[in-house]
């Protein structure tokens, strides 16, 4: 363990005199690093984890446990203090992680995992899955495709059976002359094959804010930038804001109905509107329909019935609760499936072989009664939590994004898990800290415990708390 030493640099003392000179000495080992403090002892601690951000992305440091404040002497000014940063010089094998991810940061959820680690038997209202079982046809599906030996590689694009039904559709539905199906690993799979397939280093993909977390971090991983339009407070999209956030860089806008955190299904006018924004633009718009088959109040409309270029990135995980079988698939222009499979070849070589076979079966289901259920659930949710939430959002997936009714997304879902209530903070999914997402997909019991213990909570902020307006 060492302090904190950068050539010319021996201590690293608060305020803005030294912030200052901490830059400057370092300017010229890490070009570009700017003050990103003001004249006060907090700004310049920011400052100098700007500055251990870079050193330890340039693989030179590991800072375990970030570093203190700690003021001169007690009743000092905030100008007056030290920053006391321990370090410690890195092992060989975390330098060779690669730039990139150290620019993925998954701490948020990780931090809401490691809470509900220490529950014993929580209401558990965080689940981003059915809560039913895998069918049994399909798991029977599955277990015969294995014990016929249908366990080797198949064709990349996918087994000809499930694309011949998947096609069917697709063409039914669209009528589009060039769109191509593809099976693909999972929705995950696509989305990945997709961003890497469209991505220049630089370009940007709009999102909406509040997102899928995956999204941030596939655009990073394929050297994208996000560029996030509000959805706030009604989770609805607005056009003209979508518009304003075009530049010359927007490659790719990456849309999702029913929403995932917050359940919002995006009405005609709203996915119209923006199938035409993407055409008037030249912009690659990627649609995940995901939840497409979770739509309670009005039916499903996907922007590739106004726009024949859209992506559209679908799959088994949630409709049939395969999220572990890994299948999905993808549809739009030939051409972009083309790229797409050589890149699927030479990464998830193809999905899962005997899978495909369970999908060809899954295919086949009526699963209507699994997705009532879901209905009425939303129904129940709303019932029990609408005198004390506001509620927006909701109209398919099993989310429901609430506002918190006092403190940020963290202190409230911090309080929800003392009551042993998880539930998962709003700023996993947003830079807003503002709200928390629930999941309907668990049994009546635990939905109506989890609802009883919300509004328990909203009803009674703890000391000191007032309610957000
Ligand atoms: C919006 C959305 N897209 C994609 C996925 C990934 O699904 P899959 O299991 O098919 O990879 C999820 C999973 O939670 C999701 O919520």
């Given at each position: 363990m060492t302090l904190l030493s950068v050539p010319g640099v021996t201590q690293i003392t608060s305020g803005s005199n030294s912030a200052n000179s901490v830059v400057a000495h370092l300017e010229p080992v890490?070009?570009?690093?700017?003050?990103?403090?003001?004249?006060c002892a907090q700004l310049a601690f920011h400052t100098v984890f700007h500055i251990l951000r870079r050193l330890k992305a340039a693989g030179?440091?590991?800072?375990?446990?970030g570093g203190e404040y700690v003021p001169?002497?007690?009743?000092?000014?905030?100008?007056d203090g030290e920053l006391n940063i321990k370090t410690e010089e890195i092992s060989v094998s975390e330098k060779w992680i690669a730039d990139r991810m150290h620019r993925i940061d998954a701490s948020g959820i990780r931090k809401v995992f490691d809470l509900a680690a220490?529950?014993?038997r929580p209401i558990n209202l965080?689940?981003?899955?059915?809560?039913?079982?895998?069918p049994q046809p399909i798991k029977d599906a599955l277990c015969k495709a294995v014990q016929e030996g249908r366990n080797a590689y198949s064709q990349t694009q996918g087994i000809a059976p499930l694309l011949k039904q998947l096609q069917s559709d697709v063409d039914q539905r669209y009528g589009h002359s060039d769109r191509k199906v593809f099976v693909t690993s999972g929705t995950s799979g696509g989305l990945m094959l997709a961003l890497c397939t469209l991505l220049n280093p630089g370009d940007e993909v709009i999102v909406f804010d509040?997102?899928?977390?995956?999204y941030k971090h596939l655009t990073t991983l394929a050297g994208g930038n996000v560029v996030q339009v509000s959805t706030y407070p009604d989770f609805r999209i607005r056009p003209e804001a979508v518009r304003a956030a075009?530049?010359?860089?927007?490659k790719v806008i990456l849309f999702n109905?029913?929403?995932?955190?917050?359940?919002a299904v995006a009405s005609e006018s709203e996915v119209r509107a923006l199938a035409e924004i993407a055409a008037e633009h030249n912009i690659a718009l990627i649609s995940d329909?995901?939840?497409?088959?979770?739509?309670?109040?009005h039916p499903f409309r996907s922007p590739a019935e106004w726009n024949d270029r859209t992506i559209v990135i679908d799959g088994f995980s949630k409709s049939h609760s395969m999220t572990g079988l890994r299948l999905g698939f993808l549809h739009g222009p030939q051409y972009l499936i083309q790229q797409m499979t050589k890149l699927q070849q030479f990464?998830?070589?193809?999905?899962?072989h005997p899978v495909q076979w369970a999908g060809v079966t899954a295919w086949e289901l009526d699963l209507t009664s699994n997705l009532e259920d879901y209905r009425r659930k939303r129904d129940m949710m709303v019932g029990l939590l609408k005198d004390d939430y506001e509620i927006?959002?909701?109209?398919?997936?099993?989310y429901l994004f609430l506002k918190t009714p006092w403190g940020t997304g963290t202190e409230f879902v911090t309080e929800a898990i003392r009551n042993n209530l998880l539930i998962i903070p709003g700023n996993v999914f947003s830079p807003s800290d503002t709200h928390f997402r629930l999941s309907f997909a668990a049994e009546d019991g635990m939905l109506r415990e989890g609802a009883e213990i919300l509004c328990r909570l909203a009803r009674n902020p703890p000391k000191g708390m007032t309610r957000n307006t």
């Open positions: 890490f070009p570009g690093i700017k003050r990103t403090g003001g004249f030179t440091l590991r800072v375990p446990s001169s002497s007690p009743g000092t000014s905030a100008h220490t529950m014993e965080s689940i981003g899955q059915p809560h039913f079982d895998t509040p997102w899928f977390v995956m075009i530049t010359p860089r927007t109905s029913p929403g995932n955190p917050t359940g329909e995901i939840y497409r088959a979770f739509c309670y109040d990464t998830f070589v193809c999905a899962p927006h959002g909701g109209q398919g997936a099993f």
